[in-house]
């Protein structure tokens, strides 16, 4: 049985949350998984809470994920983008976020391009934050999914190899799934090639492996990272071609391992690169039920955090 | 703490029964209506309701649903701490269905407003019934009061109306609880 409330008012990342709050937040995501399988897939729970959605950033599935959890929820929300808005008029971070507190609002759930814009904000509002990606920092929430979902396929986290395939150089969900597989009792890997490697990544006790059909001989879990080419201001490998030929799963290496492993991706996917169509739709692939799991987890962090506001 | 012994087990088992041939008088042979324990102690209730009325009816099966009222509450963010939600297990569809919501202790009443409100999400009942072991009587909250009463008790505020079942491993047993004076 996991402790009764979480440790933690906000979240920030993985970093600052211990594992029995990660596992209260998937007993409570166990119970909201069914709410979300009803015919009337809603509880009110959150009723008197309004909560803003503010994305600095692009984003589909994340701020979908979190609006449909908020307003299962019966939460208030209004959506606020970056590129639509007064920020674009010179207008600071903590101003923006006062004007909207200033409209009553409870919660935040930020996206912002900046590593640690979630923390800064926390110091100075009074709202309560929920990180919804900062950076190449951390995305918790992303991170929770990924374990929540291995858990759902195979029953529990702890002793479980994980593979972290990609770009882990300019990845949040790397840094927050690391963290929390660890937290969990799960052996971690990353691979990819050395440019997308950081230097010192070893210090956070993962193993590194460049070769892709080692690190997949090795692990029950491939969670394949999507190449973020938004991110690349320099060129980390040669052409693209090159990177799905080393680094891309396909079917045919799929079969050839000894045992069958766990597909994730975090999504978008960019098929024919990091996986192929085939092994994207297979019946080892979870990457739709990361997305359902997705609204449940979401679901349980609000009503935690918002049961301690 | 002191404990005073209101049922024993001989005596919730005569009370089981009579509320059973009471559910039987208006619902007959249970056709068309349903039994809701509501988590986490009604279960254990409900589950015995369960199987008296199919003995007494040698029937197939009563459908029997559990209700989880965690996220209906209406003190979320009013009273310290957090109550851990119970699963739900209702594999029927409720709509048009006579329903007998079952509870241990009837207290203030707002675990039955809760509860009403939560099985709305599975449908449109025809007819809402409640059922409790023991009604603490003069202590309601909410205009809330039970169709079937196993036993009443006048309780001050302070005091805890316990109940235990074989089932959960203990001994059939209703106790008041009250801080030493």
């Given at each position: 049985m996991a402790a009764d409330r979480l440790s933690t008012r906000h979240l920030l990342g993985i970093k600052d949350i211990n594992r029995n709050d990660i596992e209260l937040i998937f007993e409570t995501a166990d119970n909201f998984k069914e709410v979300i399988n009803r015919p009337i897939k809603k509880v009110p729970s959150l009723r008197d809470i309004t909560i803003a959605n503010i994305f600095f950033e692009n984003s589909t599935r994340t701020k979908l994920s979190f609006e449909l959890a908020e307003k299962r929820l019966?939460?208030?929300?209004?959506?606020?983008?970056?590129?639509?808005?007064?920020?674009?008029?010179?207008?600071?971070?903590i101003d923006t976020v006062n004007n909207i507190l200033s409209m009553k609002v409870d919660m935040v759930v930020m996206r912002h391009p900046y590593a640690g814009a979630g923390q800064f904000l926390s110091k100075h509002v009074k709202a309560q934050i929920v990180n919804a990606g900062d950076g190449a920092h951390e995305h918790p929430t992303?991170?929770?999914?990924?374990?929540?979902?291995?858990?759902?396929?195979?029953?529990?986290?702890?002793?479980?190899?994980?593979?972290?395939?990609?770009?882990?150089?300019?990845?949040?969900v790397a840094i927050s799934n690391i963290l929390c597989l660890q937290r969990l009792g799960a052996e971690v890997m990353v691979c990819g090639p050395t440019t997308l490697i950081p230097k010192h990544i070893h210090q956070l006790g993962v193993k590194v492996e460049h070769n892709l059909i080692k690190a997949l001989n090795w692990c029950d879990v491939a969670n394949m990272l999507r190449i973020q080419l938004e991110r690349q201001d320099i060129k980390y490998f040669p052409s693209l071609r090159e990177y799905a030929m080393m680094y891309?799963?396909?079917?045919?290496?799929?079969?050839?391992?000894?045992?069958?492993?766990?597909?994730m991706h975090p999504g978008p996917i960019n098929r024919g690169v990091e996986i192929t169509s085939d092994v994207a739709d297979s019946k080892q692939s979870i990457i739709l039920e990361q997305v359902e799991n997705g609204v449940a987890v979401r679901m349980a962090v609000l009503y935690l955090l918002a049961s301690q506001g | 703490m002191q404990k005073k012994t209101l049922l024993d087990g001989q005596k919730i088992q005569i009370t089981i029964k009579r509320l059973c041939h009471q559910l039987i008088e208006n619902h007959d042979d249970f056709a068309n209506t349903v039994l809701i324990g509501i988590q986490p102690r009604g279960i254990f209730l409900a589950d015995r309701i369960q199987q008296e009325l199919q003995i007494i009816l040698k029937s197939k099966k009563i459908l029997k649903g559990n209700l989880d009222i965690t996220?209906?509450?209406?003190?979320?963010?009013?009273?310290?701490?957090?109550?851990?939600?119970?699963?739900?297990?209702?594999?029927?569809?409720?709509?048009?269905?006579?329903?007998?919501?079952?509870d241990d202790v009837l207290w203030t009443g707002r675990t039955i407003r809760a509860a009403l409100d939560a099985l709305?999400?599975?449908?449109r009942p025809e007819k809402v019934e409640l059922l409790v072991l023991i009604d603490r009587r003069f202590s309601r909250h909410l205009p809330i009061e039970p169709d079937y009463i196993g036993h009443q008790v006048d309780s001050l505020n302070s005091q805890q109306v316990k109940v235990t079942w074989a089932s959960e491993g203990a001994e059939d047993k209703v106790i008041l609880l009250s801080e030493k004076q």
């Open positions: 019966s939460a208030d929300v209004v959506n606020f983008a970056a590129s639509s808005s007064s920020v674009s008029k010179g207008e600071t971070l992303q991170a929770l999914l990924d374990a929540f979902s291995i858990r759902q396929k195979l029953g529990d986290v702890a002793g479980k190899k994980v593979v972290i395939v990609g770009d882990i150089l300019h990845s949040r891309g799963l396909n079917k045919q290496i799929l079969d050839s391992l000894d045992k069958e492993i766990i597909v | 996220f209906f509450r209406d003190d979320f963010r009013r009273k310290d701490g957090l109550v851990t939600a119970n699963s739900n297990s209702i594999d029927f569809i409720i709509e048009g269905k006579k329903v007998i919501l079952i709305l999400a599975y449908g």
